[in-house]
């Protein structure tokens, strides 16, 4: 079975470029989440939906970043205009949320480390 | 605040030595505990996840311990390899409505041969 499929894996761009992330979950999850990496604040949720709906966007830094979802097989993470801080590793993952609100475990794809010169 | 604390921040053993990894939270309320493994450039992989009943969970040399009562957890790794050299993340989950995680910032971990 294919895991969570995240694309590109490396992004470089120059400040004030648009970057879109891009992310595939597992087939049959309802729950995706959106996560940032640095060594300095390790991981951080941005947000996360559930069957398609975003759910809490409360960990989204700025207006800059934006994650849409239009279908269940798809999702997108997009910063314009972009900076130097947001450079990180950002993650996707995905589970299968049970009623009763208690998270499944949550598969996460390899990561797109972005750096933003 | 719901906090997940680890200690220590980084650890170096010898292979096949024993080690500790050491969780402490605040989160509340408490549905689960989990444990992830996250190799230098991936993604985190779960290794186990324990509930509010459960004490202790092992999946392979991997021994996770859980006391709710002190809200304190351990990951024990016994007869360390190589391929254990990875940093190795505690997360909670409040559960409720939302299945929003906390996580702590890790321990990495370092077997040498």
């Known amino acids: 079975d294919a895991g969570v499929i995240q694309s590109p894996r490396h992004e470089v761009t120059e400040m004030g470029q648009e970057v879109t992330l891009r992310c595939k979950p597992i087939?049959?999850?309802?729950?995706l989440f959106w996560y940032r990496q640095t060594m300095m604040r390790g991981l951080e949720l941005l947000i996360y939906f559930n069957n398609n709906v975003p759910i809490d966007d409360s960990g989204m830094p700025e207006d800059r970043f934006s994650a849409k979802m239009p279908n269940a097989s798809f999702s997108t993470l997009k910063i314009q205009p972009s900076e130097p801080r947001d450079s990180a590793v950002y993650f996707c993952?995905?589970?299968?949320?049970?009623?009763?609100?208690?998270?499944?475990?949550?598969?996460f794809g390899p990561g797109t480390r972005l750096t933003v010169l | 605040k719901n906090q997940v604390e680890q200690s220590p921040q980084s650890l170096i053993i010898l292979e096949g030595k024993n080690c500790t990894l050491q969780c402490n939270y605040t989160v509340s309320p408490f549905s689960n505990l989990r444990w992830y493994k996250q190799d230098t450039g991936r993604g985190p992989v779960s290794l186990t996840i324990m509930t509010f009943s459960e004490n202790t969970k092992s999946n392979g040399r991997y021994t996770a311990t859980l006391d709710a009562d002190t809200k304190q957890s351990s990951l024990h790794i016994t007869a360390s390899q190589l391929s254990d050299s990875a940093s190795y993340i505690c997360?909670?989950?409040?559960?409720?409505?939302?299945?929003?995680?906390?996580f702590g910032t890790g321990t990495l971990l370092a077997v040498q041969p």
């Open positions: 993952a995905s589970s299968t949320r049970t009623s009763g609100g208690a998270g499944d475990t949550q598969y």
């Open positions: 087939s049959g999850h309802n729950s």
């Open positions: 997360v909670v989950s409040p559960g409720g409505a939302t299945n929003k995680l906390i």
